[in-house]
């Protein structure tokens, strides 16, 4: 399998909505979203998070690795990366995985 063609199936699961893979990988994603959203909410909670804080904090952290690792591959798949990186979905990827990484080059107190 070439470079080219894992790029092109990449695309196609990534941005064409319309394809069998492409539903199916819309349909994890939301998914996923939904629970990343759900362990965070419930991590600010005091008496969740002072029972179930551990859980949802690696939880929190494999959404965030998954999460980079989507943005990373949907830069890699498309033919002009920064179009890309600067269009309104890709800064809406960014931002939604860069709290995660500043809270850990800054750790609250």
Do not use: C
Request: no cysteine.
């Amino acid at each position: 399998m070439t470079d080219n063609s894992i790029k092109n199936k990449l695309y196609h699961i990534f941005f064409e909505a319309e394809t069998p893979s492409g539903k199916l990988f819309d349909i994890i994603l939301l998914f996923s979203i939904s629970v990343s959203v759900l362990a965070v909410s419930l991590e600010s909670v005091d008496s969740i998070n002072h029972v179930y804080g551990d859980e949802l904090y690696v939880i929190e952290w494999l959404f965030t690795i998954l999460f980079s690792i989507e943005y990373l591959l949907r830069l890699y798949s498309v033919m002009k990366p920064i179009k890309y990186a600067t269009s309104f979905f890709g800064v809406v990827d960014l931002v939604s995985i860069l709290p995660s990484f500043i809270g850990l080059l800054f750790p609250l107190a």
